[in-house]
């Protein structure tokens, strides 16, 4: 049951360029959607969320792009830095589940020198 | 930021052993949940917790787990006889209300393992 999907197991980018991960949902009752980060041995950390009311969110040099009608969200980030590689967990929940969150799969993002 | 904690970082128990994983959540949060992630999977939902009862449980929490807020500061999980499959990290989260737009704290987790 992959009601949440992150189809980019990883990701390899270049410092200083534009991350693009993305993640794909198929339950209609989905209102709001996170993003999170996570380092090894640590819990994931909240980074950026958006409402099913809005199609973007920035915050510094993360935005999230929401697209309902496609069931696609996307979180850039840019410029990448060294310090960005972590795990990349996609999050939704909607008003009918509001206690808890559906993740993703997650995606490793790796930024090179 | 205040953190929320979580203690032991790491447990290794014997299969059909009890495990009780301890959590202390942020001093004023209200709602408290727990998740688990195995190894190379995605990060689940394990059971939420409100006012001194479950508010919504996953089909993960059979009867072999329970929850239990004995003190007010404390929020633990105990598995009453682990099975091999129950080997991942649980983390524990807590957030001031129920609502999906207030952020979602999570500890460090206690990576299970379970012999």
């Known amino acids: 049951d992959q009601q949440v999907k992150q189809n980019s197991p990883s990701l390899s980018v270049q410092e200083g360029r534009i991350s693009i991960l993305n993640c794909d949902y198929t339950n209609s009752m989905f209102d709001y959607f996170l993003w999170y980060k996570k380092y090894p041995a640590e819990g994931p950390t909240f980074l950026i969320s958006?409402?099913?009311?809005?199609d973007k969110n920035e915050d510094g040099r993360f935005t999230v792009f929401l697209n309902k009608s496609a069931k696609h969200l996307s979180l850039h980030i840019v410029p990448s830095q060294p310090g960005d590689s972590a795990v990349y967990f996609c999050?939704?929940?909607?008003?009918?589940?509001?206690?808890?969150?559906?993740f993703g799969t997650g995606t490793r993002l790796q930024v090179t020198l | 930021e205040p953190e929320v904690t979580q203690t032991p970082s790491h447990q290794v128990t014997q299969m059909g052993q009890e495990v009780i994983l301890r959590c202390v959540p942020i001093s004023n949060h209200l709602y408290f949940y727990w998740y688990r992630q195995i190894l190379g999977q995605k990060v689940e939902f394990l059971v939420s917790?409100?006012?001194?009862?479950?508010?919504?449980k996953s089909e993960i929490f059979d009867d072999q787990f329970s929850v239990e807020r004995p003190d007010g500061s404390n929020f633990t999980l105990k598995i009453r006889s682990t099975k091999l499959e129950d080997s991942a990290m649980y983390f524990c989260?807590?957030?001031?209300?129920?609502?999906?737009?207030?952020?979602?704290?999570f500890g460090s987790g206690t990576q299970l393992s379970v012999l």
């Open positions: 999050a939704a929940t909607g008003t009918g589940t509001a206690s808890k969150l559906t």
């Open positions: 917790f409100y006012n001194n009862e479950i508010s919504e």
């Open positions: 989260a807590s957030r001031l209300s129920g609502t999906p737009y207030e952020k979602l704290l």
């Open positions: 958006i409402s099913s009311i809005k």
